[in-house]
DNA sequence: GATACCATTTTGGGATACCAATCTGGTATC
DNA sequence: GATACCAGATTGGTATCCCAAAATGGTATC
């Protein structure tokens, strides 16, 4: 593995783990010595991270991006589109076998697994179903959503009901798409999606104070 | 402006004006001689042109990348997704003011308008559109789809009736959505973004030996 | 003539040196 | 005390080295 792929793929965890707060500044020297490289393999990983929204130019310097509520109302609406044509195609698809996987996802938590793992399979489940479309752009358009949303979404205070409906949802999804039928399985994905984006803009407007407090920009709707 | 916008913006042209055949070898050390600039500036131009399709990696080492007929069917399915849904939101807009302008780009494309504009004009006619939504993602995918679009458009083998035909529909689709019809609207955007993928892959398709013997390379869907 | 092999060159990845622009902190001035 | 100003430190942009790996091309061998 290449230095560059390496500080690429470090810097991006430290940035979705908010271990590095949205808005906040990134010197590349900094990271330089934070990760044992020159600025060369440095550079290259801000070149891409920049491509993916985690971190933009401040004039001259470079920033985490900040939280953006306006931002993730644009992109719940733009994962819709995307996330629904995918499905689509996939409800066409006459082999459904590759839904079990998926559906073992889901069935890989329980009570007992960490509140990160859930994080992580909630959103591998959209980018997974994604994949089912054989349609290369649109899973990466699913899965670079996803990426831009994944801070926001680790920041939501979510309870309890609120991660089993969302499992249940997703379930419904699954059930639907195995049967072939698209366009209930596309009417449940949008409403989960509309849903989804509802509490998490709520959630973290709410939130709002206490999130700067902790030293993490927030840009309003 | 800095160097490294300049490499980028010029390679770019370069790579979209054909005057780098699809599948040729780049060396950062050609590109530093052709545009003087040092490597560094040259590979941040490298590393934003990937992410844009136009060049990718080859084992190592860089090539322009190749017309792929595949991928070209995937990226319609693609930007149909988010045209459709961006067209959509525009519908559902009170202003409808700026269609005006689009509209007077068409008008400004006549018979004795160079071939090079009309193929300008309707790429654009396509992320103008795009742009009115309001949603920025949306409209980055649809113009990030066209330049991607752009080489094998150029390439296509395009009869004057065929222009015009794509004229019409465009005009079409701006009466619909100047008047709010949203399903009218997406209706003839679905049917004018199929009918331009099939001419274009049957183009491409038929000239494919005609295109290699120029030093092109045409992946087969 | 085909092929295996080795020396040379070329290439991308990385490290580092340098510069101009900018930021910062302190100081002198009023 | 406020402010204008200047010297030093910091930063991103660029150029240039170095290196290991891979491509290249010629040659000896069969």
Redesign the interface.
């Known amino acids: 593995m290449s230095q560059m792929q390496n500080v690429e793929r470090q810097l991006r965890e430290m940035i979705l783990a908010l271990e590095v707060g949205p808005g906040e500044r990134l010197t590349e020297r900094w990271i330089e010595g934070r990760f044992g490289a020159s600025r060369?393999p440095v550079?290259?990983a801000l070149?891409?991270l920049e491509?993916e929204g985690l971190v933009g130019r401040d004039g001259r310097g470079w920033t985490v991006s900040p939280i953006n509520l306006a931002?993730l109302e644009?992109?719940a609406?733009?994962r819709?589109?995307?996330e629904?044509?995918a499905l689509r195609?996939t409800c066409g698809q006459a082999d459904k076998s590759a839904i079990d996987v998926i559906e073992a996802m889901l069935d890989s938590c329980d009570e007992n697994t960490p509140r990160e793992e859930w994080h992580r399979v909630g959103m591998d489940f959209h980018i997974e179903l994604a994949r089912l479309s054989g349609?290369?752009?649109?899973f990466r358009?699913v899965r670079d959503?996803m990426t831009r949303l994944s801070r926001a979404r680790w920041l939501e205070v979510r309870d309890e009901t609120a991660l089993g409906r969302a499992w249940l949802e997703h379930r419904a999804i699954l059930a639907a798409t195995r049967l072939g039928q698209a366009d209930e399985a596309t009417r449940l994905l949008s409403a989960h999606i509309v849903g989804s984006r509802n509490r998490l803009v709520t959630s973290l407007a709410n939130d709002r104070r206490g999130l700067r407090a902790r030293g993490f920009a927030v840009v309003a709707a």
Chains 1, 2 share one sequence.
Do not use: G, P, W
Not at 135 to 138: R, Y
């Open positions: 060369t550079r290259a070149l891409r491509t931002e644009q992109i609406v733009y819709e589109a995307v629904v044509a195609l349609n290369e752009f649109l358009a959503a």
